[in-house]
């Protein structure tokens, strides 16, 4: 059966809440995800207290294209050939933040996640939302296991979103996280042994 997909009315409803500093619940290639406003610090707070997650763990951002990306991070040369290579897909590029993110998003570090995720119903929000860049992190409760279809959704996290955009049901399973210009992989995970290939290939570079 052909899963529903949000119309244009519903992700444009999505987009206006994330400029109000509402949460947007979407699916992505992996599972679905908690979206609000990334370069908000307020917005990014409300990510973190429906999650009930620590403050020490920081966000993943996401957007649409690599030219959104570059107004929020800043990329090395190397980054912008893995991410060349590897997005839109189910990767999480750590790279240089930009001084515009709040340091509630990275838990004051100055690298962060960034999700350009291969699935359309989120980059088709991430548009409609651009330029704001959206937080790319498990629409979960924190401890609990990630969704992948808005009715197993804890009612803690559809309660608090304004707007919950079904894609149906997603594949599961979770990002790698890579740094590029560290050659470091945190977390293994889809396409994990493309990216340690990747890295091996360009390590004198």
């Not at 951002?61 to 090395?76: F, K, M, N, S």
Request: glycine residues 8%; negative net charge; contains cysteine.
């Amino acid at each position: 059966m052909t899963p529903h997909l949000p119309t244009d009315d519903e992700l444009a409803a999505a987009a206006d809440a994330i400029a109000d500093g509402e949460l947007v619940v979407y699916p992505t290639e992996t599972v679905y995800g908690l979206g609000a406003d990334a370069s908000s610090a307020d917005a990014v707070e409300r990510v973190f207290e429906t999650k009930r997650r620590s403050r020490d763990k920081p966000l993943s951002l996401g957007v649409p294209d690599v030219e959104t990306a570059r107004r929020y991070t800043r990329l090395t040369e190397r980054d912008e050939r893995f991410v060349d290579a590897f997005l839109p897909g189910p990767v999480t590029v750590v790279v240089e933040a930009a001084p515009s993110l709040p340091d509630a998003l990275t838990a004051g570090r100055d690298r962060v996640g960034l999700r350009i995720p291969d699935h359309p119903v989120a980059l088709s929000f991430y548009r409609a939302a651009k330029p704001l860049p959206v937080t790319a992190t498990s629409a979960n409760l924190s401890g609990h296991g990630s969704v992948r279809r808005v009715a197993d959704l804890s009612s803690a996290v559809s309660d608090a979103c304004a707007v919950v955009l079904d894609g149906g049901e997603t594949p599961g399973g979770g990002s790698t996280v890579v740094d590029p210009g560290r050659g470091v992989v945190h977390r293994r995970g889809a396409h994990a042994d493309r990216v340690a290939a990747w890295l091996a290939d360009h390590a004198d570079e």
